[in-house]
């Protein structure tokens, strides 16, 4: 009996020394570490978050940023894919976002100043004009394509689960008609877009 209390014990102490050092790492929501997940006015989604990037003094964890240059050329299919998203986003021609990027640290690297508030929390970015808004949009699709944004794993990642990912589960005319604007089936992996 003394040894079964002892095993349980010892669990109990490993398991509060990982829910330490869970917590003191941000835990799964830090929100200094949100995605740049684009949004719309429609019902909100369940927003995806990047895992804490607060060093700890057991165990630094290295920010992690995708990169693109800032004169990187689009692929064709890239810049077909942010023309759909622009005609079927619906977003404010006055505020030069085509995608309806939200603002964050990534968005704001490429331009993006702060915008009006976004029904499900945060704000929309705000470019300084519309190819600088299309260029963003260009940058984050690369990215999504890449499999280097949290709403584009795991991989492979479709068409259509990136889609309803991108803006908060929409209604599914959405998704087929931008589908069909690329002239792809709703399954075709995303990564293909790139060559």
Request: hydrophobic residues 40%.
């Amino acid at each position: 009996m003394e040894q079964f209390f002892a095993v349980i014990s010892a669990l109990i102490v490993i398991g509060l020394a990982i829910t330490m050092r869970f917590f003191r790492r941000g835990g799964i929501y830090n929100p200094d570490t949100i995605d740049p997940m684009p949004s719309t006015d429609r019902e909100p989604p369940d927003l995806p978050y990047i895992p804490a990037s607060v060093p700890s003094p057991a165990a630094p964890i290295p920010p992690v940023a995708p990169k693109l240059p800032d004169t990187a050329p689009f692929a064709p299919m890239v810049v077909k894919w942010a023309g759909a998203i622009k005609i079927w986003e619906g977003a404010r021609v006055s505020s030069n976002n085509p995608g309806n990027l939200k603002y964050s640290s990534l968005t704001a690297r490429w331009g993006g100043t702060k915008g009006r508030p976004a029904t499900d929390g945060g704000f929309f970015c705000q470019f300084a004009t519309p190819q600088a808004g299309m260029d963003a949009l260009c940058r984050f699709l690369t990215l999504g394509a890449k499999g280097e944004l949290i709403i584009s794993k795991p991989r492979p990642c479709t068409l259509e689960r990136f889609m309803i990912k991108y803006a908060g589960n929409p209604p599914r005319n959405y998704i087929v008609q931008i589908a069909k604007i690329l002239d792809v089936p709703l399954t075709v992996d995303i990564a293909t877009f790139l060559s």
